[in-house]
């Protein structure tokens, strides 16, 4: 029985779609009840919902075998899996925003506000600029403006947030997408039914560029 | 029943039947201090699991660290020979952080070392210890090779900037082929040379399968016939079915070369056992010899062993206040010399098991 980690929300939803489509169904996960885990053993898969930043943390700790994990969260976090598959969906961009005024000042420290510091921090160091990394949980749109920074490190995906803020897209530092993760020790012991896993999502991702 | 044997921990067994394995091949174990000089460490960073080391200034002045890893150690103390391979196990503690825990860890470790003249025989001799270690941690267990110079080879046959190299070996190492196939794209790397290293990165599994594979592939040769060599040796030792060949095995190519490998046992996330030729680190630390080894972390062992369901002792003895001690002792005595375990209290204590109660009263002894 391999234990497949799927993100909860939208996200999670169009991955299991692809799951099923890919061979692995298991129809008692679409009823409106509050299970949180889901088997089908003829063929021998049981689903759970996780919070999506929790997903690598359950594949890389081997509660789960298998997980769908967003790109950034992987960068994030660098768990110690392995990374099968882009699954060409839940697409975004990491990019840096601020007011569409916004003038760099390049004799100032740069400050940046982000949920995401790791890859904040070596965009950064990547350009050789020095910055201060002020760590929120949420709202981040928020920091530019009232003065807590000057620019932010987010996921943009359309852009309506920004906009509505008064804040623009001045770099992307890289595109993001769902990824297929799977624990090192569960693919050592389980690689037939991981790469049939994989080989069947894989078919779905083709067409997409 | 052995009382002395009964009374082993699971680690404790487990790092007993490895010993009586390495002393089997003529292997001696190698002791070391706690702690050695910080230098040791700060010159070959990258050689460590974690670059984070626990420091703290001796009388002296001098600045020490309670040691982060054991072959650093024993490479110090070797001498440098050409002649004979000196052959070393240990079982030590090393203090480093682990995974994404942002704490110092005590771990213990266990492992070995073989320095001098390498052969293919003494490869080989490394590689069965490594399975024969995880047979006897568990039945279902694989042990996974790798060659660097394959790797080294077909890497550098691209003709990318070593940055775009290291990001290469990294997808390689997460069998992440997707980031590997845009990365060879966006560095101009030549499509054929490109496509060869996409189907290394891709091939994994039984050795047969996979030397198939790199047949069909521009891989230095020697390697190919080294990595035969090794599977028939597995064959002949009958250890075939637990090996694989897989190029996700990278380590740090400044210090290991030729063979690297790690194991895995059922039931435990992440792998237990790691190892390889490190050469390269020999010769940066001004060694001419030759070194291959391997470490077994034995803190990851504990997600395996059932939960004890035993009973804290066999017998709570329990006694009233005007029971003389020598009569508890004596019932004590009476007890553990028919091989039973005896915990002596004035009450029972809360939250334990125990086989059997007993009670010593004022009069005589009698069952509860």
Known sequence: ?209 | MNPAIDALTSEERTLLKLRALYRQYGYAQFRMRKFEEYDLYAGNKDFLVSENVLTFTDLNGKLMALKPDVTLSIVRASPDRTDSVRKVFYNENVYRTSGSTRAFREIPQTGLECIGPIDDYCILEVLLLAAESLRRISDRCVLEISQLDILAALTEGLGVPEETRRKLLKCIGAKNLHELRALCREAGADEEKAETLLKLAAAGGRPEEVLDILRALPCPPAAVRQLEAIARGFRASGLEEMLRMDFSVVNDMQYYNGIVFRGFVYGVPVSVLSGGQYDRLMRKMGRSAGAIGFAVYLDELERIVPEDASPDADVLLLYDEDVSPERVCREARALTAEGRTVMVQRQAPEGARFGEVRRLTGEEARDA
């Open chain 1, 1 to 209: 029985m391999l234990n497949i980690a799927l993100p909860k929300g939208r996200l999670g939803e169009k991955v299991y779609a692809m799951f099923a489509r890919a061979g692995f169904p298991c129809p008692s996960i679409l009823e409106e009840n509050r299970k949180l885990v889901f088997e089908n053993r003829e063929k021998g898969v049981r689903y759970f919902w996780v919070k999506p930043s929790d997903v690598a943390v359950y594949v890389e700790r081997g509660a789960a075998d298998v997980g769908v994990a967003g790109k950034d969260i992987l960068l994030e976090h660098a768990p110690d899996v392995y990374e099968l598959l882009d699954l060409k969906t839940g697409r975004c961009r990491m990019a840096v925003a601020a007011p569409r005024d916004f003038r760099e000042d390049m004799r100032r420290k740069l400050r940046v506000a982000t949920k995401f510091d790791r890859i904040a921090g070596e965009y950064y160091a990547s350009l050789g600029r020095d910055i201060d990394i002020i760590h929120l949980n949420g709202s981040i749109e928020l920091a530019p403006l009232l003065g807590l920074s000057d620019v932010i490190v987010d996921i943009v995906e359309t852009g309506t947030t920004l906009r509505e803020n008064g804040l623009a897209v001045v770099a992307e530092i890289l595109p993001i997408s769902a990824r297929l993760i799977t624990n090192k020790a569960s693919f050592e012991f389980c690689r037939e039914e991981i790469e049939a896993i994989r080989r069947g999502l894989e078919t779905q991702t083709e067409d997409k560029a």
